[in-house]
């Protein structure tokens, strides 16, 4: 005789049980639906997801659904409706997205341009502040996609400092140095080095480009004592 899934919490009541799902992780939550049939019912349950999709995206509207592939399991195709499968399709147009900065920012040379074209491309995008914490604060990314994320944070989304100290505590990049050197090289262009443990990242720069990627870093993030001097930058993340 078959035995009957069950799990440590299988006889709360649905409100209850809903209520402690309520205050976890998204990351918590997927992993809650996987331990019994009835976590996975309330882990799946619209009220839950869509304000999960309402935080993280603002303005995201639940459009009718679509037809299910035929060729997916009942259990897997039910993943893919409601506001749980809005929730997981938006996630992953974000990973693409990330990707997408990660291959744009992976040069060794990156001309300035570039890099402000990254942050307009993060607007067109969409990223929120969620996004930005989730995909690109990690302590396996590069310290100049460190940056960016930061830079997009507070000029375009206007992050509070509080929630920016937070969000690099959490993600174990807060104790990350970053050394800033620019000058001006043979051909007369202005040179921006962002270096961490030997790794060099150059962007051919214009001074107020500059002013306005140092300044909001400057002023709105970083404390006055993380600088060494003017043309020779050190700045704890």
């Known amino acids: 005789m078959k035995k009957r899934e069950y799990f440590v919490g299988d006889s709360l009541p649905e409100d209850a049980a809903l209520k402690i799902v309520s205050c976890l992780e998204v990351s918590d939550?997927?992993?809650?639906?996987?331990c019994s049939k009835f976590w996975r019912e309330i882990c799946g349950s619209d009220?839950?997801?869509?304000?999960?999709?309402e935080g993280r995206w603002a303005g995201v509207v639940l459009e009718e659904e679509a037809q299910s592939p035929d060729n997916l399991d009942h259990e897997?195709?039910?993943?893919?409706?409601?506001?749980?499968?809005?929730?997981?399709?938006?996630?992953?147009?974000?990973?693409?997205?990330?990707?997408?900065?990660?291959k744009c920012l992976s040069c060794q040379a990156i001309n300035v341009n570039d890099y402000l074209k990254a942050i307009e491309d993060?607007?067109?995008?969409?990223?929120?502040?969620?996004?930005?914490?989730?995909?690109?604060l990690k302590p396996k990314n590069?310290?100049?996609?460190?940056?960016?994320?930061?830079?997009?944070?507070?000029?375009e989304l206007g992050v509070q400092v509080g929630c920016l100290r937070e969000a690099l505590s959490s993600s174990k990049i807060q104790g990350r140095q970053v050394h800033i050197q620019w000058w001006i090289n043979a051909?007369?262009?202005?040179?921006?080095?962002?270096?961490?443990?030997?790794?060099?990242?150059?962007?051919?720069?214009?001074a107020p480009k500059f002013l306005l990627i140092l300044e909001l870093l400057?002023?709105?993030?970083?404390?006055?004592?993380?600088?060494?001097?003017p043309h020779n930058q050190l700045m704890y993340i």
Not at 47 to 53: D, E, G, V
Request: proline share 2%; charged share 20%.
């Open 29 to 34: 939550v997927c992993s809650l639906g996987s």
């Open 47 to 53: 009220c839950l997801w869509k304000p999960l999709c």
């Open 76 to 102: 897997k195709a039910s993943t893919l409706k409601g506001w749980r499968g809005l929730y997981i399709k938006k996630h992953n147009e974000m990973v693409g997205h990330a990707a997408y900065l990660k």
């Open 122 to 136: 993060m607007k067109s995008m969409q990223f929120g502040f969620k996004d930005v914490q989730t995909l690109l």
């Open 142 to 155: 590069s310290v100049l996609l460190n940056l960016v994320g930061l830079h997009y944070c507070i000029k």
């Open 187 to 206: 051909e007369g262009e202005e040179v921006l080095a962002v270096l961490e443990h030997g790794i060099t990242r150059e962007m051919a720069l214009e």
């Open 218 to 229: 400057r002023w709105q993030l970083f404390p006055k004592s993380s600088y060494v001097c």
